[in-house]
Nanobody, 114 residues
Framework: VQLQACGGGFVQAGGSLRLSCAAS????????MGWYRQAPGKQCELVAL???????TIIDPLKGRFTISRDNTKNTIYLQMDSLKPEDTGVYFC?????????WGQGTLVTVSS
C-alpha cells in the first residue's frame, strides 16, 4: 500500500490549501481513511476521518474550517483547509485504516504565516 500526500505549502493566515492523498494497493472507499497532523514539538493528532460509507468526521476544533472528502474514481482523499491559522502549521499525514492493517503516507508540510 502506498499513500502519496501532496498539496502542502506556505500560506498566509486566512488562506486555504487543499491536500490530496492518492492511494495505491488499497481502495479508499473500502477502508477508513484519515488525515493526521503533527505540529512542531507536539504529538501527532487526528484531524479528520472518512469511513467506507462516506461518513466524514472532523475533530471539533477544526469544524467549519476543514473538510474531508473522497473521489472514488481517483482513489484519492482530500483535505480542504480554509481560514488557516498559524497553529495549523505542521506536517500532515494520510492514513489507511482497516481491521487488519493500517498504513501511513509520507507527510506534506503546511506552513501558515501570521
Amino acid at each position: 500500500v502506498q499513500l502519496q500526500a501532496c498539496g502542502g505549502g506556505f500560506v498566509q493566515a486566512g488562506g486555504s490549501l487543499r491536500l490530496s492523498c492518492a492511494a495505491s494497493g488499497t481502495v479508499v472507499n473500502l477502508v477508513t481513511m484519515g488525515w493526521y497532523r503533527q505540529a512542531p514539538g507536539k504529538q501527532c493528532e487526528l484531524v479528520a476521518l472518512i469511513n467506507r460509507s462516506g461518513l466524514a468526521t472532523i475533530i471539533d476544533p477544526l469544524k467549519g474550517r476543514f473538510t474531508i472528502s473522497r473521489d472514488n474514481t481517483k482513489n484519492t482523499i482530500y483535505l480542504q483547509m480554509d481560514s488557516l491559522k498559524p497553529e495549523d502549521t505542521g506536517v500532515y499525514f494520510c492514513r489507511s485504516i482497516s481491521a487488519s492493517n493500517n498504513y501511513w503516507g509520507q507527510g506534506t508540510l503546511v506552513t501558515v504565516s501570521s
